[in-house]
């Protein structure tokens, strides 16, 4: 008795330190997500507004074309660029010198001329008309409003001059500068100008891989699950097999993508950088993740059920199609869409398939070439171009957004359809 | 309903192709897909996911309508510009850019003809006789070469620190493997490099750690580095040049290896990240190209090689030692079967893209003088082919 009194003190002081030192461990894991989420959002959260600004655009008809034409051809071919070039010198009609017009030139996005050309050929009835259009900045002027750029820094080592400094705070006293929600960066695909560079082309090419890669290894997968839970027989081939099952799970992804090389492009001659290959090389990536987990959601349904089904005269196939398989989907769902929140994360495999490339055009189908999310990530942040650091970081966000989404979703279908015996 | 439609459909068509025996590898790769899924009896489920995954397969077999370019990470960012402009403003497709770097890019392009292979190729360095040999054992004999402008090699280090001004036997005796011994530097004796500080390198620098960030051996920027600022150090040193004539390989290999010790710091390929570091490290050097430099010059700042500073006027008449031309290639084979590429072509080489007023210049590119780029200009019009 003496000596449990003795050793009590030291033994719950014990148990106080081990249960501190797993809520330090959970902290610790809080702290390191916490500080990435903060340092993600307050680098991003500002490439979700760009800086527009409002031009007066006379449509000069010698510019563009004759008042009335309405042939595509020719009014696509007019000279836009000439046309905010002529606006912006209306602006700033005490600009002459040939440096400085290049200099207030450089104040709006590349963008403007594209967006003008997109106006004419809508509507070619504004030709000879003059308009009000917001037209977005360009990028080194987004980040001058964003308040990225040092105004106390020597001039020469700014990327906006002096003189392009007093133009635009003329333009802020006209009212002509304005923050407006980024609708470019949801609706474009990539661009070397960060003010004309948008996700959808990446989201997309996720999408159609996405697609491919759970339209195979989903029934693959299930399918082997299936056969080796309710049919093999227990030898040495199928022990092999689980083995081999369960080392491919820990392969790292960059021997999937040589693979999908060796095998989709060199050998089926399927062309490169589609999502039709990134998702057959993905497909190979997920197979064992899914393979496992429902392998584990068909353990999980009790033999009773089996037993039962048998008993009544089901044939095997009708006791697995009619009881086992729905009452093992939700755990089957719950591991594919953690697969899947796995592929969509993925780059290195796709580097070998090329898929970490530059594609401007919004693939339409599983063979246009186009990146992926992960791969937009990757090739922002190696862009010289200071905008693209805030466009990183949101890219990443809207990433981070899929992949908690479609976890939630795994959550959500675990609860809703879980049975518990 | 669908699926049997459909996996009738397909096991039609794989009989039909069987009997033909024209049955292509794309085809049986849908059989054996339908295969798979016919074996499971959740139609209702993936049915409609097959139905998905076969509209993309439609047009496999049509032929590729964009141009596929592969090649230098150093030139990926001067040709997206100008296949974003190609693409935005002519009614083709904007071509496909993949940053493979130099030497992989030209493997890739050297593959073969056809439309499975790259049309162009960026590089940033001149492509190696071994490379055309290569080429032409894949039946690729008509080669264009076009040189697109310079770029120029900053050593660079963060604003709040003094700036360097080195000469390129500085760089060499800092960052060289194997260096004269510094007791009897004529002695013809080469030993590791001792070197610690730039001070013990040059009396005339500061006391300061070497410490250089810069790229691994697989980039054209490490390559055109050790061949331009130490190569050119090492010259310096009269019976080390001499050398040159009686044992190349050696005198490369004295030149051109760089110290791995931890000294120079292989960086990765991304000069984003070195920039970040060294604005953390102030006794740090860093190498990359000069658009970075000119992107970030609030943060960094060039050091004047043999007293020139990395500045774009400097570097355009050839003044800054360290600088090295761009250039791509294109396959002759391919221009009139892939669409757009004479006019791509047109684009890339027409001043307002990289005249010295072309929005490449904007990009940080070096443009060539006017002589040069007409030469060019009237080679790729003509299509001439490549002479080594």
Sequence with gaps: MVRVEKGLARRYRQERNFKRLGLGAILLGLLFVSFLFISIIANGYTAFQQTFVKLDVYYDPEMIAPVGETDPEILSAGNYGGLVKATMRELFPSVTNRRDKKKLYGLISTGASYQLRERVMQDPSVIGQRESIWVPADDDVDMLIKGHIDLNLPESDRRIKDDQLSWIQGLQEDDRVEKRFNKTFFTAGDSREPELSGIKGAASGSFFTLLICLSISFPVGVAAAVYLEEFAPKNRWTDLIEVNINNLAAVPSIVFGLLGLAVFINFFGLPRSVPMVGGLVLALMTLPTIIIASRAALKSVPPSIREAALGVGASPMQTITHHVLPLALPGMLTGTIIGMAQALGETAPLLMIGMVAFIVDIPGGAMDPSAVLPVQIYLWADSPERAFVERTSAAIMVLLAFLISMNLLAVWLRKKFERRW | ?388
């Design chain 2, 1 to 388: 309903m669908e699926l049997s439609y459909f996996s009738h459909r397909m096991f039609t068509l794989s009989a039909y192709s069987l009997l033909t025996k024209s049955i292509s590898k794309t085809n049986l790769l849908v059989i054996i897909i339908s295969m798979f899924k016919e074996r499971i009896e959740m139609k209702k489920l993936i049915s409609t996911a097959v139905a998905l995954s076969l509209t993309g397969f439609v047009g496999m077999a049509s032929a590729r309508d964009y141009i596929s370019v592969v090649g230098s990470s150093t030139v990926y960012p001067f040709a997206t510009v100008v296949a974003e402009r190609f693409g935005k403003t002519s009614k083709f497709k904007t071509p496909k850019i993949e940053s493979t770097g130099s030497g992989g890019g030209l493997k890739l392009f050297c593959a073969g003809v056809g439309v499975e292979h790259p049309d162009i190729t960026n590089a940033s360095r001149r492509i190696k006789k071994s490379e055309v040999e290569r080429c032409a054992g894949n039946g690729i004999n008509d080669i264009v070469e076009v040189k697109v402008g310079y770029d120029g090699i900053a050593l660079a280090n963060s604003k709040s620190a003094p700036q360097f001004s080195v000469t390129r036997k500085d760089i060499f005796l800092a960052l060289a493997k194997e260096v004269p011994d510094p007791k009897d530097p004529e002695s013809g004796k080469l030993v590791a490099n001792p070197y610690q500080t730039w001070k013990e390198v040059n009396g005339d620098l500061p006391d300061m750690a070497i410490e250089v960030l810069g790229p691994p051996p697989t980039s054209g920027t490490r390559d055109a580095f050790a061949e331009l600022a130490m190569e050119g150090g090492c010259k310096k040193i009269g019976w080390i040049k001499a050398m040159k004539k009686k044992d190349k390989k050696m005198y490369k290999s004295v030149c051109h290896t760089v110290r791995e010790d931890g000294k120079y710091i292989e960086a990765g390929e991304n000069d984003n990240l070195i920039v970040q570091k060294l604005e953390a490290n102030k006794g740090a050097l860093g190498v990359f190209g000069y658009s970075f430099l000119d992107q970030n010059s609030d943060k960094v700042q060039g050091s004047l090689v043999d007293g020139v500073a990395p500045t774009f006027e400097l570097i355009a008449d050839g003044s800054y030692p360290v600088s090295r031309p761009l250039y791509f290639y294109v396959k002759k084979a391919h221009v009139g079967k892939i669409p757009g590429i004479n006019e791509y072509l047109a684009e890339f080489t027409s001043d307002k893209a990289w005249g010295d007023e072309g929005y490449l210049a904007d990009k940080g590119l070096i443009p060539m003088p006017t002589d040069e780029r007409k030469a060019f200009k009237s080679d790729v019009e003509g299509l001439k082919n490549l002479k080594l």
